[in-house]
C-alpha cells in the first residue's frame, strides 16, 4: 500500500509535464530517479520501523527472540522495498491519471499475494512437498509481494520450530526416539540454524535471489520507459509491417482495382497508378517555398533557430508536413493554425517531447533530433498548459529552476526576485500554487520560462486565461526579452497579441504553412481588401445604401447584415486611395442618412478566417 502510493505522484509529475520541463532546464533523468528512490526508501524505512516496532510492542516472540532473526527479517524487507520501488516506477509510465495508477498497482499487490497463499497450500493437499516447493518458487518469481509473505511465514515457523525443540534435552535418549526432528536424528529436522542459507523450503534464499535480480530487471525496465525505447521498438516493429503491407499492395495494385493508365513507347509499357488522397496537399505558397530554400542553404550555426523540413507521422497520419523556418536574435516567429493543424506537434517536436519523425530543429547550432539535452539547455518553455507542481509555492519553483538552470547560488535571490516583480505576483510568491487563479498560474509558467533569461523561448499561448490588464504586462514583457537579444517562437489565438508581438507569422493548415511573413505583408497580400462598416440611422434606408455602395465601389461585395449595421468588403486595387475612399463615403452620408462609418485595411484575424474557412471546406 505504501509503496504503490510512490507512483501517484510521478503519473501526476508525468501527465502534467513538470517532469519534461525539469528536463529542459537541465536535469538529467538519472538524477531525477535516484533522488525519486532515495526519498522513497527513506519513507519505505519508516514502515518497517513501525513493523519492527510493533512486534516488540506485543512480544511477537518467534520473530524478535534473536537477533539475527530480527536482521534477517529487515534485510527482506529491504530487499523487497528494492525490488518493489523499481516495479512501481516502471508501472506509473502505464497510467495516465493518479487516482488510476495507485487503485490498480494496489489491486495488482493485493490479488498476486492471494493467489499464490491461496494456491500454494490446495497445491500441498493435492501433490507432494516437492511439486508445491516447486509452484512456490514459481509464485515467488511471478510475484514478489505473495515471495515476501512466504518469507514472513518460514522465518516464523522456523522459529516457532527452534524455540519448541529447545525445551527439548536431548542428551537423554528417550527424546532423541520421541522427538528425533529436534535431536538431528531424524531424516530432515524441523528447523535450520539459518534461514538465509537454505534454498530449500525450509530457507528464503531463493526469494532473497530473486528481489536482488527482480530489482534490476524493474530498474531497466524504467529506464526503457524514460528512454522511450519500446515506443522506439513498437515503431520499428510496425515500420516493418507498413512496408510489408505497402509491398503486397503494390502487387495486388490490379487485382484490388486501382486506376492505372497505360502507354506504349519503344516496346514497353509505362503505367501510372491514380490513389485517392483524402486530403490533397495545396500548392505551396511561394514565400513558403522561398524560405524552405534559404533554411537549406543555411550553416547550423548561422541562425538562433532553424528548422528544416520538419515532418511528424503518428503511425500513418502526417500531422506534420515539411515545415521549414528560421528565427534570429530580436525576432517573435508567429504560428497560427485552427485546432489540429499540426502546432502542438511543432512545439512538442521543438522541445523534445516528441520524437522528430524527418528534418530536424536546431537551436544555437545543437540539434533537437540528436542532441536534444544541449539544445533544450538554451530554451525556456511555456507550455499551453500550467506544468507546475500545486504543493510548492511560487518562489519555491522559480528557486528549483533557477537550480536547475545552473545559476549560481549567491545569484538565484537576485534572479528570483526580478522575474516575481516582472510577472506581477509579488503578493502571492510565497502561497502554495494550488491557491492560484488561472491568471497567476500562466505568469507564473511564463516566469519559469523567463529563468536564468534563455537564448530562445517557446510560448504556447502564454496569455490564455489572462485579465487584459495582465496581458499587456506580459507582452511587454516579452517586448522587452525581445530587444535584449532573445528569440520568441509563439502561438496564439489572438491575433491581436500576433501584430503586438511577432515579427513574422506563419498560418498552418494541415500540418503544414500555407502562407509566410511579417502581419502587414500577409495583410496586404492575401486581405480582400478593405473593411467598409456603416451604421444606419433608419432600417428603411439599408436598401438604397447597399445599392448606393455597390454601385460606387465596383466589386464590392455585403458581407454581414445586422439591422442597423452593414458589413462590406471592397475590392482591392492599385489605383484607389484612401482619400477617395474617404471622398466617395463623405458624399452619400447625409444623403442616406447614415450615422456613422469606418473604413480599415483587412484585419489580420480576417485573413485567418479565410485560410480556416478554406480548410474547414477541405475537410467537409
Not at 526432528?181 to 531463493?206: M, P, Q, R, W
Amino acid at each position: 500500500m505504501v509503496v504503490s502510493g510512490y507512483a501517484s505522484f510521478l503519473i501526476r509529475e508525468r501527465k502534467k509535464k513538470s517532469k519534461h520541463m525539469q528536463m529542459m532546464s537541465g536535469l538529467r533523468p538519472w538524477m531525477y530517479w535516484l533522488t525519486a528512490f532515495i526519498w522513497d526508501a527513506v519513507c519505505y524505512l519508516m514502515p518497517i520501523a513501525c513493523f519492527i516496532a510493533i512486534y516488540f510492542i506485543f512480544n511477537v516472540k518467534p520473530l524478535i527472540s534473536r537477533g539475527e532473526t530480527v536482521g534477517i527479517l529487515i534485510l527482506a524487507m529491504l530487499l523487497f522495498g528494492w525490488n518493489d520501488i523499481p516495479f512501481v516506477y516502471s508501472f506509473s509510465f502505464v497510467f495516465d491519471t493518479a487516482p488510476k495508477g495507485y487503485t490498480m498497482i494496489v489491486m495488482y499487490h493485493i490479488i498476486t499475494g492471494m493467489i499464490g497463499t491461496i494456491a500454494v497450500p490446495i497445491i500441498k493437499q493435492t501433490a507432494d512437498d516437492d511439486t508445491a516447493h516447486v509452484c512456490s518458487i514459481i509464485f515467488s518469481w511471478l510475484f514478489p509481494i505473495y515471495s515476501i509473505s512466504n518469507c514472513y511465514t518460514t522465518i516464523y515457523t522456523n522459529e516457532v520450530a527452534r524455540e519448541a525443540c529447545s525445551s527439548v534435552d536431548c542428551s537423554i535418549a528417550y527424546n532423541k526416539m520421541i522427538v528425533p526432528s529436534c535431536c538431528g536424528n531424524a531424516t530432515e529436522k524441523a528447523y535450520v540454524d539459518s534461514v538465509l542459507n537454505h534454498a530449500d523450503k525450509k530457507g528464503i534464499l531463493i526469494a532473497i535471489i530473486f528481489f536482488v535480480i527482480q530489482g534490476f530487471i524493474f530498474w531497466f525496465t524504467t529506464i526503457a520507459f524514460e528512454n522511450g525505447w519500446f515506443s522506439k521498438w513498437k515503431s520499428d516493429v510496425a515500420s516493418i509491417f507498413k512496408k510489408k503491407e505497402e509491398n503486397r499492395g503494390e502487387k495486388n495494385a490490379f487485382a484490388n482495382g486501382i486506376s492505372a493508365k497505360g502507354t506504349l513507347k519503344n516496346g514497353h509499357i509505362n503505367l501510372a497508378f491514380d490513389f485517392d488522397d483524402p486530403q490533397p496537399n495545396s500548392i505551396e505558397d511561394s514565400d513558403v517555398l522561398e524560405e524552405k530554400k534559404i533554411v537549406q542553404n543555411m550553416t547550423s550555426h548561422e541562425h538562433t533557430i532553424i528548422v528544416d523540413n520538419l515532418k511528424k507521422w503518428y503511425g500513418s497520419f502526417n500531422a506534420v508536413k515539411g515545415v521549414s523556418f528560421h528565427v534570429d536574435i530580436r525576432d517573435c516567429f508567429g504560428l497560427l493554425g485552427v485546432n489540429g493543424a499540426g502546432k502542438t506537434s511543432t512545439f512538442q517536436m521543438l522541445t523534445g517531447e516528441n520524437a522528430i519523425s524527418e528534418g530536424d530543429a536546431l537551436i544555437n547550432g545543437y540539434s533537437t533530433k540528436s542532441d536534444w539535452r544541449r539544445a533544450g539547455a538554451h530554451i525556456g518553455y511555456c507550455p499551453q498548459y500550467d506544468a507546475i507542481i500545486k504543493e510548492m509555492s511560487g518562489e519555491e519553483t522559480l528557486y528549483m529552476f533557477a537550480r536547475l538552470r545552473g545559476i549560481y547560488e549567491e545569484d538565484i535571490p537576485r534572479i528570483v526576485y526580478a522575474v516575481i516583480q516582472a510577472i506581477g505576483i509579488g503578493m502571492y510568491a510565497k502561497r502554495q500554487i494550488k491557491t492560484y487563479s488561472g491568471g497567476n498560474k500562466r505568469r507564473l509558467s511564463l516566469g519559469i520560462a523567463l529563468v536564468g533569461l534563455p537564448d530562445v523561448l517557446l510560448l504556447d499561448e502564454p496569455t490564455t486565461g489572462v485579465d487584459p490588464k495582465a496581458r499587456r504586462i506580459i507582452w511587454n514583457i516579452l517586448s522587452k526579452v525581445r530587444e535584449q537579444g532573445t528569440a520568441l517562437v509563439l502561438t496564439s489565438h489572438s491575433m491581436e497579441e500576433c501584430e503586438a508581438l511577432c515579427t513574422s507569422l506563419a498560418i498552418m493548415v494541415y500540418g503544414q504553412f500555407r502562407c509566410l511573413g511579417s502581419a502587414q505583408h500577409l495583410k496586404s497580400r492575401y486581405g480582400a481588401g478593405y473593411t467598409l462598416l456603416v451604421r444606419l440611422q433608419d432600417v428603411d434606408a439599408a436598401e438604397n445604401v447597399k445599392r448606393e455602395i455597390l454601385c460606387r465601389f465596383p466589386g464590392s461585395m455585403l458581407k454581414e447584415e445586422h439591422v442597423l449595421q452593414l458589413n462590406f468588403e471592397l475590392k482591392k486595387s492599385n489605383n484607389v486611395t484612401w482619400s477617395s475612399l474617404f471622398s466617395q463615403m463623405e458624399q452619400i452620408v447625409a444623403p442616406l442618412r447614415i450615422a456613422d462609418y469606418s473604413l480599415s485595411q483587412t484585419t489580420l484575424e480576417q485573413v485567418f478566417l479565410e485560410f480556416s474557412r478554406d480548410a474547414g471546406a477541405v475537410s467537409d
